[in-house]
């Protein structure tokens, strides 16, 4: 019975229930999923069993790789590092996490961590004891380490002690100053995001305050497009209803600006220097990791005024503030922030092609005892026969070459500095040096979405009314056709009944786009902002301003300071073309909209009801009053599918969003309808009482609102497109060739990732796509997962929430699944699951994994990948500081693996193999010297000249494999077949590995061949001249 199960309180008293589990454990190996149908829920819903059965297949499998796994030198190092863990954790108390009351404007005494970024792997007093045992975990090291110091011990001495420590001295040396200058570069970049600079309020006004120095209970000013530097509730806005806007991409990846709230007793304020008279405090819930929610209270003691704080009145460290600037109060600082509570601390990546390295120098160490076992044997076991088998292993030790680590990181190096100055993608920095070669490995690519394969720049590009599509090329004519009508309007009111009736029979799909565009300008929930500032409140005291006049600046200011906020960048791009054709957003408030019309003329509508775009409605409403006519308007927009059974019966929208789709445009369809004074009064009625309801309040409102959502007038059909990073389609193309397998991991909805998918040739135009269903249990997950493993050859596309429960359940099973699909996308993915799923992949595919993003929520991900590449752009640089390699654009990482990869590889094996090649033929020179000569453990090559041998005679030849190049750049970006090869380990095998062996023998025999003849030639010579 599983302990996690006993712990849960669950009792297996029932035999046939245990046998059943019993008879599942045996059976795990060579089940399939059809096998598990015959099993109850009840004995599949225990998640400590399933997580007990996936323990014990796991040791079945270790059990059946046999003893000599168990007894290798790397399992002997992990258990190592386990036991030590586990002493670490026994003495150091884990860190518990607590609530915080926070008194508005007062010092915190609490103590509670800095405020600073850190991206190093060292301290001053880590770092020579953790490089030390990155390097003698290496059994190559560890191994040079024991020939050494055995030198110490006078019996087994056989050379000068610079003859071993001054190779071993030099490698050590050579790491060390390679892992501190990486180290440098982390802490300089650091420095630079820590000194930052911001403006801290205080009761005799602002002053400036760096980054790293912001305590807990600091009221901070963030400017407009400042990063939030700690996680801060929100006080004030220069907004006044207290909202603004922020940009989350850098957390949790979503493109969509987040709406955020100020607390409405401190906005009320008419100065942000009355924050320091008020008797206020805000309560804090203990750090967490989730961004999605937040419990908190504000209260206010003369008053008695207390207000629930939510995750509305807060902005999390590493985000933007869209519009402001604002005021906040910090509530966490450093490790207890969100964002750093969902990063991982940045590991020691070692290489593939290291290991593999490490795992041919056992073979060497073995062949090593056996060569002086066999001296030994001839010799006869008689004396201190273990004197002189070690002296022969001291003897053969150059079969295992301390010159090879020395090679290895001084050719890291040169392939960095190629790297580094590649004029064919430049801007590009190698952040760690101690992995190019795994560029040439990698099987599978993780990327993010928005900032690495797209722009995050939302262009209008077709509007379809149903008889008319109208494209880019058609907007001047729309244009033209809105400034005549509104302005014949305003000359003649008899006239342009005329001509408007004139128009109508002329231009009828003109008059429908007129209507089109029209609901366009008014249902959205975008904002238009004009750049404040706090001066007015910290000078004058006062925030408020006139509607009129916030309109009249809004008409006489300059382009470049009015900027739209909005929740989706959709919105912006289509207020922003409706603006472009005449029609513009002058002001938006929580009760009001007025559009500027192409004469001048101000409309003015009446925010009656606003229904928000949700990921299940998948749709948005608002209706609204003209104020000149009181008409009653209600319009809408959504998703095809959810909009197809809302409007009135046409012929034309299922296939032209299947066109739109398969361009890769995000679709709209967008309706409208007139309601009468008596039907909106109803309405109003019936919606307030469901929302007063205590019981399933969300269920009757959704119910009132869709009774009114029905026989709704189609008006047209918006495509828009996110606009693709520079050469993505052919990047992403030339990958696929490369046999490397692409999954596109975001935080955006599911709807924008598909388009996306299309629209970067991600899925193929006759590729079929199945999107996982929502599941909540083990049944759900079995019948999805049959369906899903019926179909060949399709893109996967899947939820976070709905990933966790598959792979809670069926990992093994699912992995297996969706590893075969030519294309994942998962959506609505946190930093979390992103890095989770990178460990998956490596896990059940063993291949090496290379994780891209450009944003802070793309960190945990690049860190957990065995490659990891940050794209420099609008996201900021935090993941570029992360990574292994830093890029500009996503269409280098193909010729940064496709070349770069390739020759590092191929050239590490090279030169790996031929350096070992190199102490072959000493050594077995020196085991044939040793058998001539009564098998004596003398050694054949003294002092200066082996270590010589090993450096600086032979150094030139074999360093210059660096430069080695076997297919040139063009060859290898046009046939990217070739890098299918390198995946498969071909260049650095035991194939290989043997066929050097043979030659070194060979090469050996000729060598003694050659020294024979001149001994015999010069013999014949001695005695010819004695003759004479």
């Known amino acids: ?115 600073i970024t850190r991206n190093q792997k060292y301290s001053l007093f880590t770092f020579f004891p953790c490089v030390l045992y990155e390097q003698f975990r290496f059994f190559l090291n560890f191994y040079f380490l024991m020939v050494a110091l055995s030198q110490f011990i006078p019996d087994l001495k056989i050379g000068y002690l610079y003859t071993y420590w001054g190779p071993l001295a030099f490698v050590l040396f050579v790491t060390m100053c390679r892992e501190a200058f990486d180290d ?147 509530i966490y600082t450093g490790s207890e922030t969100r964002s750093s509570m969902n990063a991982s601390n940045p590991p020691t990546k070692i290489g593939l092609i290291d290991l593999e390295i ?88 993780l990327s993010d979405k928005t900032g690495t394969l797209t722009q995050n720049e939302m262009v209008f590009k077709r509007l379809h009314t149903g008889d008319v599509s109208f494209g880019m090329d058609s907007m001047e004519e729309i244009k033209e056709y809105l400034r005549n009508v509104y302005i014949s309007s305003t000359s003649d009111s008899d006239s342009v009944a005329r001509t408007t009736g004139r128009s109508r029979m002329r231009n009828q799909p003109l008059e429908l786009a007129h209507e089109a565009i029209l609901t366009i300008a008014l249902c959205h929930n975008v904002t238009p902002v004009i750049d404040k500032s706090f001066d ?66 101000i409309l003015r509508y009446t925010i009656l009801q606003l229904f928000p775009f949700t990921s299940e409605r998948k749709r948005m409403g608002i209706i609204l009053k003209d104020n000149s006519s009181n008409e009653i308007l209600f319009l809408m927009k959504g998703a095809d599918i959810v909009m197809s059974n809302i409007v009135q019966y046409n012929d034309w929208l299922e296939e032209e969003c299947g066109n739109m789709a398969r361009e890769g445009l995000r679709t709209l369809v967008v309706a409208k309808k007139i309601l009468t004074r008596e039907q909106y009064n109803d309405f109003d009625t019936r919606y307030s009482q469901a929302k007063l309801s205590v019981n399933d309040r969300a269920a009757k409102v959704n119910s009132v609102i869709e009774r009114l959502e029905k026989d709704m007038k189609l008006l047209c059909l918006t495509g828009v497109e996110d606009k693709l990073q520079v050469d993505v389609r052919p990047t992403l193309e030339l990958l696929r060739n490369a046999g490397i397998k692409i999954w596109m991991l975001t935080g955006d909805k599911m709807e924008t990732a598909t388009c996306i998918g299309v629209s970067a040739r991600l899925i193929s135009r006759n ?19 049959n369906t899903f493993r019926r179909k060949n050859d399709c893109a996967l596309i899947i939820r976070g929430d709905t990933l966790d429960v598959c792979l809670r359940y069926y990992e093994h099973e699912f992995m297996e699944v969706a590893c075969l699909c030519s294309a994942v996308i998962c959506c609505r993915c946190s930093p979390t699951q992103k890095a989770n799923i990178v460990r998956l992949i490596k896990k059940h595919t063993k291949q090496q994994t290379c994780a891209i993003g450009d944003g802070g929520n793309d960190v945990s991900m690049i860190q957990a990948a065995d490659v990891g590449i940050g794209i420099v752009g609008k996201e900021g640089k935090q993941a570029s500081l992360a990574s292994d390699f830093s890029i500009t654009q996503f269409k280098y990482t193909g010729r940064l693996l496709l070349w770069h990869g390739r020759n590092s590889y191929k050239r590490t094996a090279s030169l790996s193999q031929f350096v070992i090649h190199r102490g072959l033929i000493i050594s077995v020179m020196q085991a044939v010297f040793s058998a001539i000569f009564y098998f004596s453990s003398v050694a054949l090559y003294q002092g200066f000249l082996m270590v010589g041998y090993a450096t600086i005679y032979t150094m030139a030849p074999v360093f210059s494999l660096v430069l080695d190049v076997d297919v040139s750049a063009e060859i290898a970006m046009t046939y990217p077949e070739l890098y ?49």
């Open 1 to 115: 019975i599983p302990l996690r199960a006993l712990n849960n309180n669950i009792k297996y008293n029932d035999n046939s229930s245990l046998s059943a589990k019993t008879k599942l454990i045996d059976a795990r190996d060579h089940s399939t999923l059809d096998d598990y149908s015959s099993m109850t829920d009840d004995e599949y819903a225990d998640e400590g069993f399933a997580a007990y059965s996936n323990s014990l297949y796991r040791r079945r499998r270790t059990r059946d790789s046999g003893w000599t796994d168990c007894l290798s030198f790397s399992y002997l190092t992990e258990c190592l590092m386990g036991c030590c863990i586990k002493i670490r954790n026994t003495c150091k108390e884990e860190k518990e996490y607590h609530s915080r009351n926070i008194q508005i404007g007062q010092v915190i005494e609490a103590d509670f961590p800095p405020n």
């Open 184 to 330: 440098l570069k982390r802490y300089r970049r650091d420095r630079e995001i820590n000194n930052q600079s911001y403006k801290k309020l205080t009761r005799r006004g602002t002053k400036p305050v760096m980054c790293s120095e912001i305590v807990v209970g600091d009221i901070i000013i963030v400017d407009k497009n400042q990063r939030v530097p700690a996680d801060m509730v929100l006080l004030q806005t220069t907004e006044k209803g207290g909202a603004c806007f922020i940009r989350t991409d850098q957390l949790d990846g979503e493109t969509d600006w987040k709406l955020r709230l100020a607390i409405g007793t401190c906005q009320r304020l008419r100065s942000n220097r009355e924050l320091f008279s008020i008797n206020a405090s805000i309560y804090a819930e203990k750090p967490r990791m989730d961004i999605y929610d937040f419990v908190g209270t504000f209260s206010e003691t003369d008053n008695d005024i207390q207000e629930p704080l939510s995750v509305e009145n807060t902005i999390w460290a590493n985000t933007v503030v869209a519009s402001g600037p604002i005021v906040g109060i910090v």
């Open 358 to 445: 490490n795992q041919l120098t056992k073979v060497l160490f073995i062949a090593t005892i056996s060569l002086a076992f066999l001296l030994v044997s001839l010799k006869g076991f008689q004396g201190p026969w273990y004197r002189y088998f070690f002296r022969f292993i001291l003897l053969f030790s150059s079969i295992i070459p301390i010159s090879l680590r020395v090679n290895l990181d001084m050719g890291k190096i040169v392939y960095s500095w190629m790297i580094n100055s590649d004029k064919e993608i430049p801007g590009t920095v190698v952040r760690s040096s101690t992995i190019p070669e795994e560029l040439g490995r990698v099987g599978y690519i």
């Open 536 to 601: 007015n409140i910290v000078d004058d005291g006062s925030t408020s301003s006139n509607d009129d006049a916030d309109i009249e600046l809004s008409l006489n200011t300059n382009d470049n300071r009015i900027d739209y906020q909005a929740s989706s960048p959709d919105e912006i791009a289509l207020v922003k073309w409706t603006e472009s054709v005449g029609i513009a957003l002058v002001k938006r408030d929580l009760s009001s909209i007025c559009l500027r019309l192409p004469n001048g003329q």
């Open 767 to 785: 590729q079929t796509i199945h999107t996982f269903k929502q599941v909540s249990n083990r049944p759900e997950v079995r019948i999805e997962l």
């Open 980 to 1028: 299918k090869d390198l995946s498969k380990g071909r260049s650095l095998s035991y194939k290989t590995f043997f066929i050097w062996i043979v030659i070194s023998d060979l090469r050996h025999q000729v060598m003694l061949n050659l020294r024979s003849k001149n001994e015999i030639l010069l013999s014949n010579r001695s005695e010819l001249l004695k003759f004479q």
